[in-house]
C-alpha cells in the first residue's frame, strides 16, 4: 500500500508562485505514475497533471500548461508541483495520486490519493 502526503499550500496573491509536494512511501514509488489533481468547492476532482515512469511523459490539462510543471525526485520518493502565473481560478484542493501503470486522466485511473492540500489564490 502507498501513502501519500502533499505540503506546500497556503494563500498567494494572484501572479505568485507555490511549490507543491508528495511524498511517498515505499520503494515501488519510481515505477509509479504520478498525477496531480485538484478539486474547488462544488466541483469534481479534475485533472492537472500527471508524470509517467516508463516514458518520462508528462501531461497536463490545458488550463495549466505553461504556468505548472510537474516533476519528480526518485530518490526523494517526491513528486512536485511548480505552480507560476496562479489566479483565483487555481483555488481549489489539490490532491497527488498514484498509480502502477498509466492509464489516463480521469480520478478512477489512480489507486492511491493523499489528502490534499489548500490552495488559495487571491484576486
Known amino acids: 500500500q502507498v501513502q501519500l502526503v502533499e505540503s506546500g499550500g497556503g494563500l498567494v496573491q494572484a501572479g505568485g508562485s507555490l511549490r507543491l509536494s508528495c511524498v511517498a512511501s515505499g520503494r515501488t514509488f519510481s515505477s509509479y505514475a504520478m498525477g496531480w489533481f485538484r478539486q474547488a468547492p462544488g466541483k469534481e476532482r479534475e485533472f492537472v497533471a500527471a508524470?509517467?515512469?516508463?516514458?518520462?511523459?508528462?501531461y497536463y490539462t490545458d488550463s495549466v500548461k505553461g504556468r505548472f510543471t510537474i516533476s519528480r525526485d526518485n530518490a526523494k520518493n517526491t513528486v512536485y508541483l511548480q505552480m507560476d502565473s496562479l489566479n483565483p481560478e487555481d483555488t481549489a484542493v489539490y490532491y497527488c495520486?498514484?498509480?502502477?501503470?498509466?492509464?489516463?486522466?480521469?480520478?478512477?485511473?489512480?489507486?492511491?490519493w493523499g489528502q490534499g492540500t489548500q490552495v488559495t489564490v487571491s484576486s
Open positions: 495520486a498514484a498509480v502502477s501503470r498509466y492509464r489516463g486522466r480521469k480520478p478512477d485511473d489512480y489507486d492511491y
Open positions: 508524470s509517467t515512469w516508463l516514458t518520462r511523459s508528462t
